[in-house]
């Protein structure tokens, strides 16, 4: 609902506006941030602008001002001028979303994108969730969005993109997809929003004795659903592994360190550094579960969390890599929670390295051996209705754990 406000009023909300965006923390430390407010000469300057685009605005626009919206737009445009192309002002609804699918659940069409180094100004599908609004209306992972209701994602951004093809349940979004040949085809999709449950893990056997689990992301629930998985195998014969990160956008760091506990032994799974040269590192315990023979199947879509999982395997001399180089991402975003309790901010805040070897941040992950997939195979059908046979990145793995 619209509401006119006072100038004064807007003047206090704007002002708690660039003290929440540029002093974003916890609750408990706000007084060390205030401290360092008087002293932010760009604060100052910020003030300042806002203030008078705001006198301005008042004076002269003859529209109804929602102060919500206002100012979640100042948060977003704050966001958007860092540079950061991973960070991501969460507004109350948005938040609510992420919490939901951090914990397996998500409203939308079902996809995880990345964005495009090779085609700026689109991104492409990594991932099409079983089940989901997507894969019944036919979008393929390695299509590529071009448009969210008409407009370029070259001019929305990728943040903003990203949250343009969210909504809420029951709503329709329309999207235009590049496809085929030189991705020269459009295609205009509509989607209907609905909760979907994410299931991160997927497994069966691909031989008499090679058990095969598919991790297409990593969330909070990852860790029990692998373990699962991994026992289930073995009941049924499983005595070697090929685990498939290939589309995998990354996720939860816990979801990706919990996991790979299981498959390390001891000593370290990953260490990052933080802007004020604050080296940390997360440990793997001594009760490694799996020391059975190992493959990874791993492509140029599979990034982040999903990279350290192969990364670290790699360092450990745990696992074959098989596939292509992956998407290089080895910088990790904090969420943070903002004073108010149903906002937060979502910012790369420090980078990360695999247990040994140095950080891919912008290089990606080699594998020991390069196999591509046929081309044009996923412009044909969607990754998940590759059969076996067809897939020469999963028969080379069967091949070398074979042998």
Same mark, same amino acid.
């Given at each position: 609902?619209?509401?006119?406000?006072? &100038?004064?009023?807007?003047? !206090?909300?704007?002002?708690?506006?660039?003290?929440?965006?540029?002093?974003?923390?916890?609750?408990?430390?706000?007084?060390?941030?205030?401290?360092?407010?008087?002293?932010?000469? &760009?604060?100052?300057? +910020?003030?300042?602008?806002?203030? *008078?685009?705001?006198?301005?605005?008042? *004076?002269?626009? @003859?529209?109804? @001002?929602?102060?919500?919206?206002?100012?979640?737009?100042?948060?977003?445009?704050? +966001?958007?001028? %860092?540079?950061?192309?991973?960070?991501?002002?969460?507004?109350?609804?948005?938040?609510?979303?992420?919490?939901?699918?951090?914990?397996?659940?998500?409203?939308?069409?079902?996809?995880?994108? %990345?964005?495009?180094?090779?085609?700026?100004?689109?991104? *492409?599908?990594?991932?099409?969730?079983?089940?989901?609004?997507? $894969? =019944?209306?036919?979008?393929?992972?390695?299509?590529?969005?071009?448009?969210? *209701?008409?407009?370029?994602?070259?001019?929305?951004?990728?943040?903003?993109?990203?949250?343009?093809?969210?909504?809420?349940?029951?709503?329709? +979004?329309?999207?235009?997809?590049?496809?085929?040949?030189?991705?020269?085809?459009?295609? $205009?999709?509509?989607?209907?929003?609905?909760?979907?449950?994410?299931?991160?893990?997927?497994?069966?056997?691909?031989?008499?004795?090679?058990? =095969?689990?598919?991790?297409?992301?990593?969330?909070? #629930?990852?860790?029990?659903?692998?373990?699962?998985?991994?026992?289930?195998?073995?009941?049924?014969?499983?005595?070697? =592994?090929?685990?498939?990160?290939?589309?995998?956008?990354?996720?939860?760091?816990?979801? !990706?360190? #919990?996991?790979?506990?299981? &498959?390390?032994? $001891?000593?370290?799974?990953?260490?990052?550094?933080?802007?004020?040269?604050? #080296? #940390?590192?997360?440990?793997?315990?001594?009760?490694?579960?799996?020391?059975?023979?190992?493959?990874?199947?791993?492509?140029?879509?599979?990034?982040?969390?999903?990279?350290?999982?192969?990364?670290?395997?790699?360092?450990?001399?745990?696992?074959?890599?098989?596939?292509?180089?992956?998407?290089?991402?080895?910088?990790?975003?904090?969420?943070?929670?903002?004073?108010?309790?149903?906002?937060? %901010?979502?910012?790369?805040?420090?980078?990360?390295?695999?247990?040994?070897?140095?950080?891919?941040?912008?290089?990606?992950?080699?594998?020991? !051996?390069?196999?591509?997939?046929?081309?044009?195979?996923?412009?044909?059908?969607?990754?998940?209705?590759?059969?076996?046979?067809?897939?020469?990145?999963?028969?080379?793995?069967?091949?070398?754990?074979?042998?």
């Amino acid at each position: 609902m619209n509401r006119k406000i006072s &100038l004064s009023s807007a003047a !206090v909300l704007i002002c708690l506006a660039v003290l929440l965006t540029f002093m974003i923390t916890f609750v408990n430390t706000n007084n060390r941030y205030n401290r360092m407010l008087a002293t932010n000469e &760009l604060s100052d300057r +910020v003030t300042l602008k806002l203030a *008078e685009l705001d006198r301005n605005a008042r *004076e002269l626009y @003859i529209g109804e @001002i929602d102060s919500q919206k206002l100012l979640d737009s100042i948060a977003e445009g704050y +966001v958007r001028g %860092l540079g950061d192309r991973y960070a991501e002002y969460m507004n109350a609804e948005r938040y609510a979303e992420y919490l939901k699918s951090n914990q397996g659940r998500m409203v939308g069409i079902g996809i995880e994108v %990345l964005p495009s180094e090779e085609r700026g100004g689109v991104m *492409e599908v990594a991932l099409v969730m079983p089940d989901s609004p997507a $894969e =019944y209306g036919g979008i393929l992972e390695g299509d590529y969005i071009y448009k969210v *209701e008409g407009e370029y994602i070259s001019s929305l951004g990728y943040t903003e993109a990203v949250n343009r093809i969210r909504g809420d349940e029951g709503t329709a +979004v329309n999207l235009t997809i590049l496809r085929s040949g030189a991705y020269s085809e459009e295609i $205009e999709m509509s989607f209907i929003r609905a909760e979907v449950r994410t299931q991160s893990v997927k497994s069966r056997m691909v031989g008499e004795d090679i058990g =095969y689990i598919q991790i297409r992301q990593f969330n909070r #629930e990852t860790p029990n659903e692998f373990i699962n998985a991994a026992d289930e195998l073995t009941v049924l014969g499983a005595q070697k =592994y090929i685990f498939d990160l290939r589309f995998n956008p990354g996720g939860d760091l816990d979801g !990706v360190t #919990e996991t790979l506990d299981f &498959l390390l032994p $001891e000593g370290p799974i990953i260490r990052y550094t933080y802007k004020s040269g604050r #080296e #940390e590192s997360r440990m793997s315990g001594a009760d490694e579960q799996i020391t059975a023979p190992m493959a990874v199947l791993m492509n140029e879509s599979t990034a982040s969390a999903a990279e350290l999982f192969c990364a670290a395997l790699k360092d450990y001399e745990k696992a074959v890599l098989v596939g292509a180089k992956t998407f290089g991402k080895g910088t990790m975003q904090g969420i943070y929670t903002l004073s108010d309790r149903t906002t937060a %901010l979502k910012i790369s805040n420090a980078r990360y390295y695999p247990p040994f070897s140095d950080c891919y941040d912008g290089i990606g992950i080699y594998p020991h !051996v390069e196999v591509y997939l046929p081309e044009g195979l996923l412009k044909e059908k969607s990754f998940d209705r590759i059969g076996d046979e067809e897939d020469t990145q999963l028969q080379a793995a069967i091949k070398i754990l074979s042998e």
